[in-house]
């Protein structure tokens, strides 16, 4: 399953990459052909782009298909959820595995639908021909107009993106029966970058050293290790200690913090 997941991610990554660079590489082709520049210009224009909006469009329509299904498992897609929170653990979860099995169905029409509409566009002859058996009347199916693709192989997109999507659908459904939660994306979270849990941390100070001349540290004070003993400044409030403050408002210099310090201790 995770060879899966890893390569949906990879397929709209590579999709989304290549679709990004090609246009990029089209757009600045077409300006730059027409700055008169001895050799460059007449190499620019021998380079023919013309394929590339239609091979992006191809990409994005993919790369669509499949991260609808990314979607699903992780969790991202828009839905208004306003209502069911409302009701009874039980009867939220009956809405929940109800609308699950609503999508796997609507995606399964969508993969034999498709999947007929390509056998019937130009697959059916394709396969036919690979494995050398006869094709008699069988259509080969028109081409796209740039890079003269088979149409049936740029619109295989629609049952096979359907069908992984199917099968997401179905595996949410399972795991949300065994589990009661959905997927969920923290839209505040990094991938490749590790979660500290503050708990766990205790008490302890997390230092943090300033090099200036070696001799000066900074202790960044959790808020659970803020003395009870607090500073009047003057005006009845209290404030919490000058390495706090240092901390939270980023406004006092190093030096500052260690002559304050110094004077504690007096």
């Known amino acids: 399953m995770k060879f899966l997941n890893h390569l949906e991610e990879w397929l709209i990554t590579f ?97 034999y639908l498709g999947g007929t509409f390509i056998w019937d566009n130009g697959m059916h002859y394709a396969v036919f021909n690979l494995l050398g058996l006869k094709t008699g009347v069988l259509p080969q199916g028109p081409t796209t107009p740039d890079l003269e693709w088979p149409t049936w192989l740029v619109y295989s997109a629609v049952p096979f993106g359907s069908s992984l999507m199917c099968f997401r659908f179905l595996q949410v459904t399972v795991s949300f029966l065994k589990t009661g939660e959905l997927p969920h994306h923290d839209h505040g979270h990094v991938d490749g970058i590790e979660e500290v849990d503050l708990s766990a941390v205790g008490t302890d100070h997390a230092v943090k050293t300033i090099q200036d ?33 240092a901390v939270l408002e980023d406004d006092i210099e190093p030096e500052q913090i260690a002559k304050d310090r110094k004077e504690d201790k007096r």
């Open 15 to 111: 999709l989304m990459g290549g679709a990004t660079l090609i246009i990029f590489l089209a757009v600045v082709h077409r300006y730059a052909a027409g700055w008169p520049i001895p050799v460059v210009q007449d190499w620019l224009l021998t380079l023919n782009f013309g394929w590339a909006q239609e091979l992006c469009i191809i990409m994005f329509v993919w790369m669509a298909k499949f991260g609808a299904a990314y979607g699903v498992r992780t969790g991202i897609h828009v839905g208004v959820d306003v209502l069911i929170n409302q009701m009874e653990k039980s009867t939220r979860g009956k809405f929940v595995v109800f609308g699950l099995l609503a999508g796997a169905t609507f995606t399964s029409i969508l993969t």
């Open 213 to 245: 001349e070696g001799t000066v540290e900074l202790h960044a004070v959790l808020e659970d290790d803020i003395e009870p003993e607090q500073k009047d400044d003057g005006t009845g409030q209290k404030q919490a200690p000058v390495e706090l403050r």
